[in-house]
């Protein structure tokens, strides 16, 4: 369970000094499952200081590893500083610190089209990237949360749910397809704009090596959804800008619309987690309800009509 850090004055400037930063002013960011922010003023510049609250110090490095490689490929996302001794990751009472330049940008959660394929073109451009040995070779929403919630007994139909959608991905996702580098966590509140144009794509704590596919069905579960239901004319305007970097394969054309249902369902599984088992919620236990709701109104569009509407001419 993450227990989130307040943090004092004095603890702000005991970090700072690792970086050799004199603060001026602070305070707390909201948002964010697992980790607990805050905002730094100094004289010449804005910071944004993270402690991984549900992360191991190795877990920390190696994402700090990540943004650092991202960096170098220029990809439009975090940028890390570094401590005065030249770690991108410091820790302090045993929870790993990062502190990150501070971006100016907007969370806009109704995206127009161009904005989508905006997205679509630098989510290609990642899928490029080679991925490191150190990530997570399987999404941690299947590998960790699937066999923590089946046997418990909170809700034996939301598990006999689950177990039935299981089935359904082993039956129609093969192990075949294309793994890449992924996101994994494509929301729009992961996305920020400035005066329309795509400034950075953020939180790059689900990040791993698995499917493209699974990404793209991320995406446009996380870009695309109105009133629990997959806005088609936005996603394909998401994936034809993916398509401007990388054409996708028939194979994967064919298999995206079970990768929408495999996001929802998997989402919805971090969802029941979180609220029921990590940090118990009675206003945010039904919240993994709506992404049941999309994952059964995905799977109930034709196929027919869901790649004409993707992929038509």
């Known amino acids: 369970m993450a227990h989130y850090t307040q943090l004092s004055s004095y603890d702000i400037q005991a970090i700072a000094n690792y970086y050799n930063l004199t603060i001026l002013d602070f305070e707390s960011i909201n948002g964010g499952a697992g980790n607990s922010s805050y905002l730094l003023q ?32 220029n990809f439009p996302t975090t940028r890390l500083v570094l401590s005065v001794n030249n770690h991108p990751v410091v820790s302090y009472h045993d929870k790993p610190i990062m502190l990150k330049i501070y971006i100016e940008g907007q969370v806009i959660e109704q995206l127009s089209l161009e904005m989508l394929s905006q997205i679509g073109r630098e989510m290609a451009t990642l899928h490029q990237i080679s991925i490191p040995d150190y990530l997570p070779r399987q999404h941690a929403y299947e590998s960790q949360f699937v066999s923590i919630i089946i046997g418990q007994g909170i809700d034996s139909d939301y598990e006999a749910w689950l177990i039935k959608q299981q089935r359904y991905f082993e039956k129609n996702i093969s192990s075949e397809l294309s793994h890449c580098l992924i996101h994994g966590d494509l929301f729009y509140d992961n996305i920020l704009f400035e005066n329309n144009n795509l400034k950075a794509i953020i939180d790059f704590e689900e990040a791993c090596y698995y499917y493209q596919g699974f990404d793209l069905g991320m995406g446009v579960l996380g ?28 194979i994967e054309k064919q298999t995206l619309q079970v990768f929408i249902q495999h996001a929802a369902v998997t989402t919805s599984c971090w969802r029941f987690w979180k609220y029921y088992i990590d940090i118990p919620s009675i206003e945010k236990a039904n919240k993994h309800r709506q992404m049941m709701k999309i994952a059964e109104n995905i799977n109930q569009v034709s196929t027919t009509k869901f790649l004409t509407a993707i992929f038509k001419a």
Do not use: H
């Open 42 to 73: 100094t004289t010449e510049e804005k910071y944004v200081l993270t402690v991984c609250d549900d992360k191991t110090l190795v877990e920390a490095l190696n994402l700090g590893k990540l943004l650092r490689r991202l960096e170098k490929y």
């Open 223 to 250: 870009l695309c959804t109105e009133n629990e239901v997959i806005n088609l004319d936005k996603a394909r305007a998401f994936v034809a800008g993916y398509e401007q970097i990388s054409p996708l394969a028939s």
